[in-house]
């Protein structure tokens, strides 16, 4: 399991393996682009499913950093619900 606290703050390892995996299908596409461009034939390329899994991995790991993050706001009383108060009130 991912570690939640980095550097003291929750939900940042979460976020920071999000990037991670992102960049991994954000870079395969950028191949998969230059192979057609190019007309190249490189074999470094993910398939259609795997790269439907590597996007639902980050997204999936960006939710849980959000929702960590979250929890830790609401329990030290950081978090400020929208529903409270409306914009012309403050």
Same mark, same amino acid.
């Given at each position: 399991? &991912?570690? !939640?606290?980095?550097?003291? +703050?929750?939900?940042?390892?979460?976020? !920071?393996?999000?990037?991670?995996?992102?960049?991994?299908?954000?870079?395969?596409?950028?191949? !998969?682009? &230059? %192979?057609?461009?190019?007309?190249?034939?490189? /074999? &470094?390329?993910?398939?259609?499913?795997? %790269? @439907?899994?590597? $996007? $639902? *991995? !980050?997204?999936?790991? @960006?939710?849980?950093?959000?929702?960590?993050?979250? +929890? *830790?706001?609401? +329990?030290?009383?950081?978090?400020?619900?929208?529903?409270? *108060?409306? /914009?012309? %009130? +403050?």
């Amino acid at each position: 399991m &991912i570690r !939640a606290r980095v550097r003291g +703050k929750p939900g940042r390892g979460y976020l !920071a393996a999000a990037l991670v995996v992102f960049a991994v299908f954000a870079g395969d596409i950028m191949i !998969a682009k &230059i %192979q057609v461009l190019l007309g190249w034939t490189l /074999p &470094i390329h993910l398939g259609d499913t795997v %790269q @439907f899994v590597v $996007l $639902l *991995a !980050a997204v999936t790991l @960006f939710v849980m950093g959000a929702l960590v993050r979250e +929890k *830790a706001e609401r +329990k030290s009383g950081d978090f400020e619900d929208e529903g409270s *108060a409306s /914009p012309m %009130q +403050k």
